[in-house]
């Protein structure tokens, strides 16, 4: 009983991943009985084997617009991100730009994204949608980083901010030996939820938007709601979930590789 | 080594009123600090020592008064003839996503010393304060006492003009604190930089300082040359030095009788 309480206080990471594995396995044998047992029509609910049929005949195209919708996720979430820790950086040196700006930028974040889509295809995606959607994914992805450094920024030790001041460092040397690093934690923190919301960014604005040149799994997913394609959408759903999880177990290594050494959050305790 | 470095510190009328204060914290105070010494500022809670401290650290700016920092030839510092200025404050304030080494070259590096550069005088430090071995550890895993060491041993590492220390020692236990005050007053025979140092102890002040100046109602109550001479190994056991201390604790209780 100990063992188990124990196991179960510091999981080991082949414990982490079989439990929700595992949970999964039975939710879709659950599923799989239910749906042949009480024969429910595929159109309202596939059975798991049908949605992996479709899977494996469609291979090619879902995997194609799986990868369309990774690369507009990862390549909204750099900009966001970059453009989310100039803000910080830039709010940080200047208290009237932030008391002007930053409750503007509530705006952006209160407004759905649905709300602004057709706006921005108006202003950039007339030519190209795909910019469109890369712009409205970068527009949610920002906030949470901002936000984030921000409060890193300003939690900096006075006596650290004092030690600085006292050896005359430059603004530069304070910035990048003392601020960043000490908001980085805040900064990953704020860059994984990042990471979600360019993806819910990228789906929302690829539904508003309709596909570009190359179409992505939101694009999938409606086209086969339009021929009431259902095993067609699960599939879809299903590769749009593995993505997410993909991404935000990227972003927690990331963190944890970068704090692992010196921060709290990351460094285990022996008891 | 000794006196090498001249510079002196002349604080003259300083006095100090932080917003929405009705008494000011320090007032017309005069001190001269020469190079070489090392002060002790003794005092109640809330008499200005480490708002002086600070004043002095160029952190704060007086409300009155002047500060001078005046060169061996008797020129105000100004420009680049500014004085090296270390800051040890109380708690040892390590970037923690440093490691050891690396804080204790952050002040060089600050100045554009390359890393390869800063290693010797760095090692050397770290192996006078016995933290040798240890230049790759992490702030965390470090005891609270090896924490100040590394504290001490960055301000240090500039070899600076002033050493100004705001109760450095305050939150360690007395055997630690005993040994830091042995290894920092060898390494202020050894370099002679000007220390200041903030204590609430007088044991603390009297074995390390060459001059104690008590502070009271933001001015300075009184100034007492230490002249135990350099060598200073056991002399906490000495009758003189118990008698210069229970003299300079009877003196702290007469200033605090008055205030009351």
Same mark, same amino acid.
Not at chain 1, 57 to 80: C, D, M, P, R
Not at chain 1, 184 to 213: C, K
Not at chain 2, 119 to 141: F, I, N
Not at chain 2, 242 to 253: C, H, K, M, N, S
């Given at each position: 009983?100990?063992?188990?309480?124990a196991?179960?206080? /510091?999981p080991?990471?082949?414990?982490?991943?079989?439990?929700?594995c595992?949970f999964?396995?039975?939710v879709?044998?659950?599923?799989?009985?239910?749906v042949r047992?009480a024969?429910?029509?595929?159109l309202?609910?596939?059975?798991?084997?049908?949605? &992996?049929?479709?899977l494996?005949?469609?291979?090619?195209? +879902?995997? !194609?617009s799986?990868?369309?919708? &990774?690369?507009?996720t990862l390549?909204?979430?750099?900009?966001?991100t970059?453009?989310?820790?100039?803000l910080?950086?830039a709010?940080?040196?200047?208290?009237?730009?932030? !008391?002007a700006?930053?409750?503007?930028?509530?705006?952006?974040?209160?407004?759905?994204?649905?709300?602004?889509?057709?706006?921005?295809?108006v202003?950039?995606g007339?030519?190209?949608?795909d910019?469109?959607i890369l712009?409205?994914a970068?527009?949610?992805a920002f906030?949470?980083?901002?936000?984030?450094?921000?409060?890193?920024?300003?939690?900096?030790?006075?006596? &650290?901010?004092?030690?600085?001041?006292v050896?005359?460092?430059?603004?530069?040397?304070?910035?990048?030996?003392?601020?960043?690093?000490?908001a980085?934690?805040y %900064?990953?923190?704020g860059?994984?939820?990042?990471?979600?919301?360019?993806?819910v960014g990228?789906?929302?604005?690829?539904?508003?938007?309709?596909?570009?040149t190359?179409?992505?799994?939101?694009?999938?997913?409606?086209e086969?709601?339009?021929?009431?394609?259902?095993?067609?959408?699960? @599939?879809?759903?299903?590769? +749009?979930?593995?993505?997410?999880?993909?991404?935000s177990? @990227?972003?927690?290594?990331?963190q944890?590789l970068?704090?692992?050494?010196?921060?709290?959050?990351?460094?285990?305790?022996?008891r | 080594?000794?006196?090498t470095?001249?510079?002196r510190?002349?604080?003259?009328?300083?006095?100090?009123?932080?917003?929405?204060?009705a008494?000011?914290?320090?007032?017309?105070l005069?001190? %001269?600090?020469?190079?070489g010494?090392f002060?002790?500022?003794?005092?109640?809670?809330?008499c200005?020592?480490s708002?002086?401290l /600070?004043?002095?650290?160029?952190?704060?700016r007086?409300?009155?008064?002047?500060i001078r920092w005046?060169?061996?030839?008797?020129s105000?510092?100004?420009?680049?003839?500014?004085?090296?200025?270390?800051?040890?404050?109380?708690e040892p %304030?390590?970037?923690?996503?440093?490691?050891?080494?690396?804080?204790?070259?952050?002040?060089?590096?600050?100045?554009?010393t390359?890393?390869?550069?800063?290693?010797p005088?760095?090692?050397?430090?770290?192996?006078?304060?016995?933290?040798?071995?240890?230049?790759?550890?992490?702030?965390?895993?470090?005891s609270?006492g090896?924490?100040?060491?590394?504290?001490i041993?960055?301000?240090?590492?500039?070899?600076?003009?002033?050493?100004?220390m705001d109760?450095?020692f305050?939150?360690?236990d007395?055997? %630690?604190?005993h040994?830091?005050?042995?290894d920092?007053?060898?390494l202020?025979?050894?370099?002679r930089?000007?220390?200041?140092?903030?204590?609430h102890?007088?044991?603390?002040a009297?074995?390390l300082s060459?001059?104690?100046v008590?502070?009271?109602?933001?001015?300075?109550?009184?100034?007492?040359?230490v002249?135990?001479?350099?060598?200073?190994?056991?002399l906490?056991?000495?009758?003189?030095?118990?008698?210069?201390?229970?003299?300079?604790?009877?003196?702290l209780?007469?200033?605090?009788?008055a205030?009351?």
């Amino acid at each position: 009983m100990t063992d188990w309480s124990a196991l179960m206080a /510091r999981p080991p990471l082949w414990l982490r991943v079989a439990l929700p594995c595992l949970f999964f396995v039975l939710v879709l044998v659950a599923w799989q009985v239910i749906v042949r047992t009480a024969d429910i029509s595929p159109l309202i609910l596939p059975a798991p084997s049908a949605v &992996l049929d479709d899977l494996r005949q469609h291979a090619g195209t +879902l995997a !194609l617009s799986t990868w369309n919708t &990774l690369l507009i996720t990862l390549k909204a979430f750099v900009l966001g991100t970059v453009a989310g820790i100039l803000l910080a950086i830039a709010f940080s040196r200047s208290r009237l730009l932030e !008391l002007a700006v930053s409750p503007l930028l509530v705006l952006t974040q209160v407004t759905p994204t649905v709300a602004i889509a057709p706006l921005v295809l108006v202003w950039v995606g007339i030519d190209n949608v795909d910019s469109a959607i890369l712009l409205l994914a970068a527009i949610i992805a920002f906030f949470p980083v901002t936000s984030n450094t921000m409060l890193g920024l300003r939690s900096v030790s006075h006596d &650290l901010h004092d030690l600085f001041t006292v050896r005359r460092a430059t603004s530069l040397q304070r910035l990048f030996l003392l601020e960043l690093p000490a908001a980085l934690p805040y %900064t990953l923190a704020g860059a994984r939820m990042a990471g979600g919301m360019a993806l819910v960014g990228a789906v929302v604005a690829e539904f508003v938007a309709g596909s570009g040149t190359d179409a992505g799994l939101a694009w999938r997913i409606s086209e086969a709601a339009n021929r009431l394609n259902t095993p067609r959408m699960f @599939a879809a759903l299903f590769l +749009l979930g593995l993505l997410g999880v993909a991404i935000s177990g @990227a972003l927690s290594l990331l963190q944890y590789l970068c704090l692992r050494r010196w921060h709290e959050s990351a460094v285990s305790r022996d008891r | 080594m000794a006196e090498t470095h001249g510079f002196r510190i002349e604080a003259r009328g300083i006095g100090k009123r932080f917003s929405g204060q009705a008494a000011p914290t320090l007032s017309a105070l005069d001190l %001269t600090i020469g190079g070489g010494e090392f002060v002790s500022l003794l005092g109640p809670s809330g008499c200005g020592k480490s708002t002086l401290l /600070r004043l002095l650290a160029g952190l704060l700016r007086p409300s009155e008064g002047t500060i001078r920092w005046v060169a061996p030839d008797g020129s105000s510092a100004s420009g680049t003839r500014l004085p090296d200025i270390a800051l040890v404050p109380q708690e040892p %304030t390590l970037l923690p996503w440093k490691t050891v080494f690396d804080n204790v070259s952050l002040p060089l590096r600050l100045r554009g010393t390359a890393r390869a550069a800063a290693a010797p005088r760095v090692l050397d430090l770290l192996r006078a304060l016995g933290l040798e071995g240890r230049e790759k550890s992490w702030p965390r895993e470090l005891s609270g006492g090896m924490k100040m060491r590394v504290s001490i041993a960055r301000a240090l590492v500039t070899e600076p003009d002033f050493l100004l220390m705001d109760e450095p020692f305050a939150a360690l236990d007395e055997l %630690t604190r005993h040994r830091l005050n042995d290894d920092l007053r060898a390494l202020y025979t050894q370099r002679r930089p000007t220390v200041i140092l903030v204590t609430h102890s007088v044991e603390e002040a009297t074995f390390l300082s060459t001059r104690i100046v008590a502070l009271s109602r933001g001015r300075v109550a009184w100034d007492l040359p230490v002249d135990f001479g350099p060598e200073r190994a056991g002399l906490r056991d000495h009758a003189a030095f118990q008698a210069l201390r229970g003299d300079i604790a009877a003196r702290l209780r007469a200033d605090q009788a008055a205030l009351s």
